[in-house]
């Protein structure tokens, strides 16, 4: 089974800090995502990578950079993070190729106070 | 780029009875049209796809129906049971965006034992 795995379930922090959110796949996918889940919004793409040190802008990548130096491990930084930043951070990965199917960790639920 | 809507936001059945969810696609050229399930607490599941070059699919109780005319695309659930309450999210992709999903923006399905 895919795994894809992502450093916190819940995270809380102030308005200002810098945040890493982790995520880390176990199949060997060329693929990775990062969306945030907003109520009324559905999943928006931030950003994705299809290889090592690679990366594309998503729809909403304002306030976000990523890093994606090893194949199993796409991470997402928010370099000061702001209340708007509040909401459930989704990791995904994929195998290269064709479209298809791509496997979601649990999310991290992030709030900024 | 790619826009998915998706109806309703909110859907009550009770056990027995069917469910349909629907989306619309702006982009005649999407070419793949994934259906994701998202249990509480759980990152979204997979549950059934389909490509542009089919027009229907069906996977037990759950089948997908694609219009390619009319850019709409379909989720049907029958002999629904409590444990299909989740939200359901569809989403597009076209070509040439390598792997990248365009999601709605979910409906909560209630299914009342």
């Known amino acids: 089974d895919v795994k894809v795995t992502q450093s916190s379930r819940y995270l809380v922090k102030r308005t200002g800090e810098k945040v890493f959110l982790e995520c880390v796949q176990d199949?060997?996918?060329?693929?990775m995502f990062w969306y945030r889940q907003d109520p009324g919004l559905g999943l928006r793409l931030i950003y994705f990578?299809?290889?090592?040190?690679?990366?594309e802008k998503g729809d909403i990548p304002e306030g976000y950079s990523v890093s994606r130096e090893k194949k199993e491990r796409f991470s997402l930084i928010l370099e000061s993070a702001s209340t708007n930043q509040t909401s459930m951070y989704l990791c995904?990965?994929?195998?290269?190729?064709?479209?298809?199917?791509?496997?979601f960790g649990p999310g991290t639920r992030l709030t900024v106070l | 780029g790619e826009n998915v809507e998706q109806h309703p936001s909110t859907l009550s059945v009770q056990e027995g009875d069917s469910a349909v969810i629907k989306c619309t696609y702006s982009?005649?050229?999407?070419?793949?049209f994934p259906w994701y399930k998202q249990e509480l607490g759980k990152g979204p599941q997979l549950i059934i796809d389909?490509?542009?070059?089919?027009g229907e699919k069906k996977d037990q109780r759950i089948a997908v129906t694609l219009n390619k005319t009319a850019k709409h695309f379909s989720l049907h659930i029958t002999e629904t049971q409590p444990e299909d309450s989740a939200v359901y999210f569809c989403?597009?992709?076209?070509?040439?965006?390598?792997?990248?999903?365009?999601f709605g923006t979910g409906t909560s399905l209630t299914v009342i034992p």
């Open positions: 995904a990965s994929s195998v290269g190729g064709r479209r298809n199917e791509q496997f």
């Open positions: 199949m060997d996918h060329e693929n």
């Open positions: 990578s299809y290889d090592v040190k690679m990366k």
């Open positions: 982009d005649s050229a999407s070419n793949y």
């Open positions: 389909i490509r542009s070059n089919v």
């Open positions: 989403a597009a992709s076209p070509p040439n965006t390598g792997n990248q999903f365009y």
